[in-house]
């Protein structure tokens, strides 16, 4: 299965700022995914990053609040811009590994404050 | 786009009992539904999963079941212990696609 390294773990941030997240695979796959989970609710897709193109953004969740980078098949970043405290939620990057299923970064706390 | 529901929202069960976990999808493209463990503070772990061409599969104290036609599918926890006590969710997707997830399902096994 695929390895995947994300950072930060977590965060507190300023109201208005951004913060990027990073995640890393150790192999490499065609397409990467974000997640938001809000506390105590289930996960919901951000977006769909593919290498090469731009990403595709679920309704609800746009560019300019979420820019996502994917500049290879092992990395992607998701930034959260302007932050307000809605925004404060665990981000998950997750993979899809041929056999082995769909397998999740061990995600990033955000709290904006 | 594809729409999972998931039942119940909470389980609470006695340890040596079963727990079951039922899911029903929109999307008659998706072929593939995991399950996954969620403790707190933790990243959703994989328990199982299975793809459209089974019917059933089986792992140790864990079965998931598929109905293809009635588009739903079930968790079952047997001989459940305490250890078992976390969130799962499940999923559905048409494989090299994004995942659906369920509301989750907090289970609860008193010992």
């Known amino acids: 299965s695929a390895v995947i390294s994300q950072k930060p773990s977590r965060d507190i941030c300023q109201r208005g700022t951004s913060l990027t997240i990073q995640c890393q695979v150790d192999?490499?796959?065609?397409?990467m995914f974000w997640y938001r989970q809000q506390p105590g609710q289930s996960l919901t897709l951000i977006a769909t990053?593919?290498?090469?193109?731009?990403?595709?953004?679920e309704s609800g969740f746009v560019i300019d609040k979420f820019p996502i980078s994917r500049p290879n098949l092992t990395f992607s970043t998701l930034t959260v811009s302007n932050m307000s405290p809605e925004d404060s939620s665990i981000y998950l990057c997750?993979?899809?590994?041929?056999?082995?299923?769909?397998?999740f970064g061990s995600g990033t706390r955000l709290t904006v404050v | 786009g594809e729409n999972v529901e998931q039942h119940p929202s909470t389980l609470s069960v006695q340890e040596g009992d079963s727990a079951v976990i039922k899911c029903t999808y929109s999307?008659?493209?998706?072929?593939?539904f995991p399950w996954y463990k969620q403790e707190l503070g933790k990243r959703p772990q994989l328990i199982i999963d299975?793809?459209?061409?089974?019917g059933e599969k089986k792992d140790q104290r864990i079965a998931v079941t598929l109905n293809k036609t009635a588009k739903h599918f079930s968790l079952h926890i047997t001989e459940t212990q305490p250890e078992d006590s976390a969130v799962y969710f499940c999923?559905?997707?048409?494989?090299?696609?994004?995942?659906?997830f369920g509301a989750g399902t907090r289970l609860t096994v008193k010992p």
């Open positions: 999923a559905a997707t048409p494989l090299n696609n994004d995942m659906r």
């Open positions: 990053a593919n290498q090469g193109s731009e990403a595709t953004y």
């Open positions: 192999s490499q796959v065609t397409m």
């Open positions: 299975i793809r459209s061409n089974v």
């Open positions: 999307d008659s493209a998706s072929n593939y």
């Open positions: 997750s993979v899809e590994v041929a056999g082995y299923g769909y397998t």
